[in-house]
């Protein structure tokens, strides 16, 4: 297995000799429970591409001299997800803190166009806090310089999050169980977008990479200019509580 990593590095393509070696990592990290949620796309193993030296990588898999396996080598950090085309990228597996796993197939619908109050939370290769009045497939357009901006970007993936109450009213609504920071400023910039011309306007340029799952609201969109668009969609929490209660119950605390 080749995964293809937005946990922490924004985008990082990290080479594992065998897909064994992914699971023994999984079990690793939930002894030692790293407080914090990650993610990695599978990758086809056949996938290669000049700048990023994948064979030199797999050389570097080797046992050492004690007999424990090499941990993940890492064959490139920079500007990987342009490189890597969406036919060589298989299932989504999003790792809870304690190392509960979730394969994630793609969706065959194309994403939602329809307009209203969003929030994303950009992965790679920048990451901000964004709202927009644009749906997933117009903002990825925008971002990837579709729409005639002139600032765009080559590849990109996102999460939308849920913004429950806030998306209708964003001064007044509730946040129930929704767990953000600065929430007066979210609020602002929601009613901003809502009320004046400005479709999109950024809430926290340095969002943090690490986020709660149960705030995801449809799923993760990936894409880039040559390609288009294609979506990752999480089931509906009441679903994964019934088909993957550990999983939930990881991603719910």
Not at 20 to 43: A, C, H, N, Q, W
Not at 212 to 226: A, D, M, P, V
Request: contains cysteine; glycine residues 8%.
């Amino acid at each position: 297995m080749l995964p293809l990593s937005f946990a922490h590095a924004g985008s990082a393509y990290c080479v594992d000799a065998e897909s064994r070696r992914i699971r023994k990592l999984l079990r690793r990290r939930r002894r030692t429970y790293d407080p914090r949620p990650g993610g990695f796309f599978e990758v086809d193993p056949a996938f290669r591409h000049p700048d990023i030296p994948i064979e030199a990588a797999l050389a570097r898999c080797v046992p050492h001299a004690d007999g424990q396996p090499k941990h993940t080598v890492y064959a490139s950090i920079y500007r990987v997800l342009e490189r890597v085309p969406l036919s060589a990228i298989g299932t989504l597996y999003l790792v809870t803190k304690d190392g509960r796993t979730l394969g994630i197939q793609r969706s065959a619908e194309k994403a939602d166009s329809s307009e209203g109050l969003h929030l994303y939370h950009e992965l790679a290769p920048v990451r901000p806090l964004v709202v927009s009045r644009l749906g997933p497939e117009p903002f990825f357009r925008l971002l990837c310089g579709e729409s005639g901006t002139p600032l765009s970007i080559p590849a990109i993936a996102f999460f939308e999050l849920r913004l429950g109450d806030l998306g209708t009213d964003p001064l007044n609504g509730s946040l129930g169980d929704l767990p953000y920071d600065n929430t007066n400023h979210l609020r602002s910039c929601l009613e901003q977008v809502k009320s004046k011309e400005v479709a999109t306007k950024v809430v926290d340029r340095l969002h943090p990479g690490t986020f709660s799952y149960r705030t995801i609201k449809n799923g993760l969109y990936i894409g880039n200019k040559t390609e288009g668009l294609v979506t990752y969609t999480l089931p509906p929490m009441a679903t994964l509580k019934e088909t993957n209660y550990l999983w939930w119950k990881s991603a719910t605390i």
